[in-house]
């Protein structure tokens, strides 16, 4: 992650090493904040900052 901090496929699998290691939290917010930053779907793009929003705290419920 360090050497290559915008390597958005390094992030994906950091993500899962994450989850696989009970960081889940922390897992879903590297994958969310992942997808808002690099979709290109016009749907996810319209939602970005709900979904990094929802990634910052995501026990809350809304």
Known sequence: MKLFPEDNAIKTFYAMTLYNLGEFSSAMKMLLTNLADTSLDENIKQYG??????????????
């Not at 900052?49 to 809304?62: E, P, R, S, V």
Request: overall charge neutral.
């Open 49 to 62: 900052k709900a979904i990094k929003l929802y990634a910052d705290d995501l026990d809350k419920i809304w």
